[in-house]
């Protein structure tokens, strides 16, 4: 069996993704926690969550489009189960629904501009509360359940990596070794 790496723009926009939504995971929780106490750690990590937030976007709209643009991975799943590649490309479809909700209801739940790296101004969408207050409560629950799904298919690429010894870890990091 010939295993090959994911090809190049593939690994790039995987890697560029987890550590937006790994970093805006994570701020999202630290900001809750300090916007009482520490006002400019606050203003810094949501300045700096928008900010990636707005690239983000626009990476995963490249992502998504290069899922159906990209080459065939020319690498054998002879020994996976047809149940877990079917699960595979179900969880990957529910990562991309979450992703799109993140991003879409972080937009419309602000209720001011932001500066996009304390350079650009960008204007929020909408100007009422109620909305606004509706978007929040949706990006939350959207960022909850998007941080299991990816603590899910991170744990799964651990299993792979160090269970199955299949190297679907190793592909994505661009260092596959070519097996028998």
């Known amino acids: 069996m010939e295993i090959i790496n994911y090809d190049k723009v593939t690994r790039y926009l995987h890697w560029i993704m987890a550590v937006i939504i790994i970093y805006a995971t994570a701020a999202g929780y630290v900001m809750h926690l300090v916007i009482d106490s520490h006002p400019p750690v606050f203003n810094f990590l949501s300045v ?7 690239v983000g976007s626009g990476v995963f709209v490249v992502r998504w ?4 643009f990209r080459p065939t991975r ?9 149940w877990q590649l079917s699960a595979a490309h179900m969880i990957h479809g529910i990562i991309y629904q979450l992703m799109f909700v ?3 209801s972080g937009f419309l739940m602000l209720e001011t501009s932001y500066p996009l ?7 929020n969408l909408i ?4 909305i606004n207050s509706f978007f929040f ?3 939350r629950y959207a960022c909850a359940s998007l941080a299991v799904v990816i603590a899910l298919h991170a744990c799964a690429a651990l299993k792979h990596h160090f ?3 299949n190297q679907v870890l190793l592909r994505m990091m661009g260092r596959a070794k070519q097996r028998i």
């Open 137 to 139: 409560m949706v990006h």
């Open 117 to 123: 790296f304390w350079l650009v101004e960008i204007p």
């Open 48 to 54: 700096m969550n928008m900010s990636l937030a707005t």
């Open 102 to 104: 993140v991003f879409i």
């Open 163 to 165: 269970v199955a010894k």
């Open 74 to 82: 020319a690498f054998s799943n002879d020994k996976l189960p047809h």
């Open 65 to 68: 489009a290069w899922k159906y």
């Open 127 to 130: 100007n009422s509360r109620e």
